[in-house]
């Protein structure tokens, strides 16, 4: 990995914000507090209608495959 691998996250009632930066060259998993897909947006929309963006798993919690990139995820309903 060259570069830094930066992640921000702030929680709001029953929602999540998270940005991520991956460095170039580089993929990265990322596991997110929901299970339902249509509840999570990247720049305002729903991840699995972007092709970049890979669903790994659903369950118990959503794992998303990315590449390189700055990424702002919107997680919906999350609860604790």
Not at 33 to 45: W, Y
Not at 57 to 74: I, N, Q, T, W
Request: glycine fraction near 4%; proline fraction near 6%; include cysteine.
């Amino acid at each position: 990995v060259r570069g830094p691998i930066e992640s921000n996250w702030q929680r709001e009632a029953e929602s999540l914000q998270l940005d991520v930066t991956i460095p170039p060259n580089t993929s990265a998993m990322i596991f997110l507090p929901q299970t339902d897909i249509r509840q999570i947006t990247e720049n305002s929309r729903c991840v699995d209608s972007i092709q970049e963006i890979e669903l790994v798993r659903r369950l118990p919690e959503v794992v998303l495959k990315v590449g390189s990139g700055k990424y702002h995820f919107l997680i919906s309903k999350v609860s604790d």
